[in-house]
Each structure stands twice: as structure tokens, then as C-alpha cells.
């Protein structure tokens, strides 16, 4: 079994971080105490009852978060697996996504059930680890893997565009999100093979305004990458825009 690294010690103090100032967080405690007596917080993995500091996670499921170190390492297996399809700058998981395992469930929590503290936790760990590797040094802004209009207004958010505005305060760069746009609307990814999810986003995808990206780097930025293909896709619509360098880097990836 996994030790908790530096990565999972990382969440912990991200966690026990109050957004509201020591005076309201004085007054405010008693409440939320009374309020996790009658309504316990759950573990979002595995639904055993949070104590003390725990938040979101249990330690538990913390220590089995299965870390990618991809950052730090040029020619990790998301690299690899864009090679021949995107000539991206460096690309990035922070964790690796198993059926049933701890990563799907913090996906999940982000991009079905709109969970703005883990995406803002994991978005800022995932920044941290861009930093510390320092081959994401020269990005000049974010850029989300959009939704459909129609999508959007039935989930009521980007989970992707969550994560680009809890990475940006760390990265220091701008979020632009609404300059690659989906222009057609397509069936879930979740269950085609390779060939089907490469014919499902072919055309998929388009920029409104080219020039805005002329001679930028942009990380380009997506909850999870399996095949690869909607990530491939938005390369074909930026491809033709000169001077454009794309990195990538995703929450979660498959094994390759």
C-alpha cells in the first residue's frame, strides 16, 4: 500500500486553509460543528464519516491517490501518447484514473456534481506540481477544453474552466475561455472505443478569434485524457495559427 507523499500532505494543508477571515471562522465554528453532528461529512471515495481536519477525502483514500510525477518528467506516457498526433511543449496528469478507484471519484465530484472545493484544491495541486517541474515556465495563459452551449447550460459550468481558475492564481496567467469554442454538440466520449471517439469530436472544434493566440504558448487544460482525441481535436482547430505552442495538462489520465 501507498505511503501519503508530499503531493497528498500537500491537500491536507490546502484543507485545513479557511477561506473566511479568524474572526468569522470564530464565530462561524459552533455552527458548523452542530451542523456535522446532525448532517456528517462523507469521504467522497468511500463515504466513511470525516474527522478532525479531514475534508472532502478520509486519510485513508488520501494515501491511495495514485500521483503521476508526470510533471517533472519530459516523455511521460500523456506525452507519448500525442506523439505523431500533437506537437505539444511538455504535457501533464497529476494522477492516474482507475474504474472504482479514488481519482474517478474526484472527477466525477468535479464534473457531474459541481464540487468547487475539489476543483479547487486539485487545480491548485496541479499547478503547484506545473511550477515546481519548471517545463510549463513560459505558458501565457490557460485555455479550458470547452463545452457545447447546450451542455453547458444543462451542467451549469466547465469543469475544466473550474480547474483553470483555481490553476491560474498559482501560475500567474490569464484564463481564456471563451476563444476555443465547440461549435457542434456531440454524444458522451465515456463508452467508444479509440475510432469512435476520434469520429465523434472530428470537427468539433473551432477559434473565434485567431489572432488572439498568434505566437502564444497556451496550456491547454482538460479534467481527464484517456485516448487523447478531444485533446487531438483542438489541435486541428488551433493547428493553422502561426507561432502557436501548446502544452497540455489534465486532473486525470488513463494508463496508456
Not at 58 to 70: E, M
Request: charged residues 20%.
Amino acid at each position: 500500500m501507498p505511503s501519503i507523499t508530499g503531493s497528498a500532505f500537500s491537500v491536507m494543508a490546502i484543507v485545513a486553509c479557511s477561506c473566511l477571515d479568524p474572526m468569522s471562522h470564530f464565530h462561524i465554528r459552533p455552527l458548523n460543528e452542530l451542523l456535522h453532528i446532525i448532517f456528517p461529512a462523507i469521504c467522497c471515495h468511500c463515504g466513511r464519516p470525516l474527522v478532525g481536519d479531514e475534508f472532502e477525502l478520509c486519510t485513508h483514500c488520501l494515501s491511495q491517490l495514485p500521483w503521476t510525477h508526470h510533471a517533472t518528467s519530459s516523455y511521460n506516457d500523456v506525452e507519448e501518447r500525442f506523439i505523431g498526433r500533437v506537437p505539444c511543449q511538455a504535457a501533464a496528469s497529476l494522477l492516474y484514473f482507475h474504474q472504482g478507484g479514488v481519482a474517478q471519484s474526484i472527477v466525477h465530484q468535479i464534473k457531474y456534481y459541481d464540487n468547487l472545493r475539489l476543483a479547487r484544491q486539485f487545480g491548485q495541486l496541479l499547478a503547484k506540481e506545473l511550477v515546481a517541474s519548471n517545463r510549463f515556465s513560459d505558458i501565457d495563459c490557460l485555455v479550458p477544453v470547452p463545452l457545447h452551449p447546450r451542455r453547458k447550460l444543462q451542467r451549469g459550468y466547465n469543469q475544466s474552466e473550474l480547474l483553470c481558475k483555481a490553476m491560474s492564481p498559482v501560475l500567474g496567467k490569464p484564463v481564456v475561455a471563451n476563444n476555443l469554442i465547440r461549435k457542434r454538440y456531440t454524444s458522451s466520449q465515456t463508452h467508444k472505443n479509440r475510432q469512435d471517439r476520434m469520429d465523434n469530436m472530428k470537427g468539433v472544434f473551432a477559434v473565434k478569434h485567431p489572432e488572439l493566440f498568434e505566437g502564444k504558448h497556451i496550456l491547454l487544460v482538460d479534467d481527464i485524457i484517456t485516448t487523447g482525441a478531444t485533446t487531438e481535436n483542438c489541435y486541428h482547430a488551433l493547428s493553422d495559427i502561426p507561432n502557436l505552442r501548446i502544452s497540455i495538462a489534465s486532473l486525470a489520465a488513463t494508463m496508456a
